[in-house]
């Protein structure tokens, strides 16, 4: 992982200030003399800027990202703990952390703070902007904002905004962390157990009830307490608790509802209209937070885009599960836009 240090404001959509930003970010391979054999790969909500780490057999020698066809870039979002500035992030001005005093946050932003990284770079063209579900909706913005710049987008598990569904989940997950007075306190080292309730709301959003159903059935039917479901909600809590920060949650789940590419554009068609990249979108058939008439949607109306279906059982996460279902979409599309 590699820091970017950018020591000027960032002014964000909301018209707040950052003083300056860190950016981190991973990158695999080299990049072409023609400085666009670019692949730019946009995290999903609590991942990280290691593509290889998260989304095991995508990036390796023959494998779909392969670093030595193509530059690979993956930068850690805006309001994170992996690296870029966030909550966690000690406000200069201040001398301590920002946590819920860091500014609201958009898609938006995420872009404008890729666009630094990218020009820092010194890349031109993007070959391909991939991202699915809070990484779909930066690589959806990042195609209608800087429509020169990004040649091919394959936008998977995503939306154009987040639903009436979505946002109710999302806040669920607010009012869960709420309850945590150490959260609502701004106590650096609060928020976990507010933290692991949100986590146990969202896991219901990722799969679905057959898949439930499946993976955590009783074989005793004699039991009244201790059920594997149960235990399973408690160590997936558990597990990001260990791993992330309860203030860039809150921050980062907060930004995922400002999403809405129709903002300012005249709606969403209008918008997605204005999309010049090859379009690829894929939806996932069990995914209950982002339906597949979602992506449906946004390949109606993006001038020529190609929709694709992945028969999944594992709802939402299917995209991080069916790497050879997602592989084989996106070289059919790669063959078809040389």
């Known amino acids: 992982m590699e820091i970017l240090k950018y020591n000027q404001p960032f002014k964000t959509e909301t018209g707040a200030a950052l003083p300056g930003l860190e950016i981190a970010y991973n990158t695999w391979g080299s990049l072409n003399s023609e400085a666009d054999n670019v692949i730019w790969i946009c995290h999903?909500?609590?991942?990280?800027?290691?593509?290889?780490?998260?989304?095991?057999?995508?990036?390796?020698?023959?494998?779909?990202?392969?670093?030595?066809?193509y530059f690979?870039?993956?930068?850690?979002?805006?309001?994170?703990?992996?690296?870029?500035?966030?909550?966690?992030?000690?406000?200069?001005?201040?001398?301590?952390?920002?946590?819920?005093?860091?500014?609201?946050?958009?898609?938006?932003?995420?872009?404008n703070v890729h666009e630094i990284l990218r020009k820092h770079l010194s890349i031109k063209r993007i070959h391909s902007v991939i991202g699915a579900s809070i990484g779909g909706f930066q690589s959806l913005e990042y195609s209608i904002m800087y429509p020169e710049i990004v040649k091919r987008l394959v936008f998977v598990a995503s939306s154009t905004k987040q639903s009436p569904w979505a946002i109710a989940f999302s806040e669920s997950q607010r009012l869960a962390m709420e309850a945590d007075q150490t959260f609502i306190s701004n106590d650096p080292d609060g928020g976990k157990k507010g933290l692991k309730a949100a986590r146990s709301v969202a896991l219901l959003s990722y799969r679905n009830a057959a898949a439930y159903d499946l993976t955590q059935v009783e074989d005793d039917d004699e039991k009244i307490s201790s059920f594997k479901a149960a235990s399973y909600q408690v160590y997936q809590g558990d597990k990001l608790v260990n791993r992330f920060n309860p203030f860039s949650y809150y921050c980062l789940v907060r930004l995922s509802d400002t999403h809405n590419v129709g903002r300012g554009r005249g709606g969403t068609a209008k918008a997605l209209s204005t999309i010049k990249a090859k379009t690829l979108c894929i939806g996932i058939t069990s995914d209950i937070l982002f339906p597949v008439v979602e992506q449906k949607y946004v390949a109606v109306n993006i001038p020529g885009a190609q929709y694709v279906e992945i028969d999944s059982f594992y709802g939402h996460d299917g995209f991080l599960i069916e790497v050879k279902l997602v592989t084989e979409a996106v070289i059919k599309f790669w063959e078809k836009t040389v």
Do not use: Q
């Open 44 to 69: 999903a909500l609590t991942a990280n800027s290691d593509v290889e780490a998260w989304w095991p057999g995508m990036v390796g020698k023959g494998l779909l990202f392969d670093p030595e066809k």
């Open 72 to 111: 690979i870039v993956c930068a850690n979002v805006l309001g994170s703990c992996y690296g870029t500035t966030g909550p966690a992030s000690v406000n200069p001005v201040t001398g301590t952390p920002w946590l819920n005093d860091f500014p609201l946050i958009t898609i938006r932003d995420l872009v």
